[in-house]
Nanobody
């Protein structure tokens, strides 16, 4: 079992920045990949960014160049730095971990970007 706790969401104006954090209950060395997904009202949950154990990262086209995902192995945490935020980035952001072919989710944190 992996427990994930997100933090850092909030309300920000367009063009602003937010940093999301996700704390894992186990060492990141035991996790294959971690990532961030988001779900806007009336839409399906979509991939935002992922980072694998070797450090390889992947981003959705909609956030590429604006968002950065990073791992802090010492603190068993993953962060998502979000810059140049747009109203269409408004969603609940969920942390995700993959371990032994199982997926785990955090409870989600709301990000709201006003225009």
């Amino acid at each position: 079992q992996v427990q994930l706790v997100e933090s850092g969401g909030g309300l920000v104006q367009a063009g602003g920045s937010l940093r999301l954090s996700c704390a894992s209950s186990i060492s990141l060395g035991s996790i294959s990949a971690m990532g961030w997904f988001r779900q806007a009202p009336g839409k399906q949950r979509e991939l935002v960014a992922t980072v694998h154990g070797g450090g390889m990262t992947r981003y959705s086209d909609s956030v590429k160049g604006r968002f950065t995902i990073s791992r802090d192995n010492a603190k068993n945490s993953v962060h998502l730095q979000m810059n140049s935020l747009k109203p269409e980035d408004t969603a609940v952001y969920y942390c995700n971990a993959e371990r032994n072919y199982a997926k785990y989710w955090g409870q989600g944190t709301q990000v709201t970007v006003s225009s």
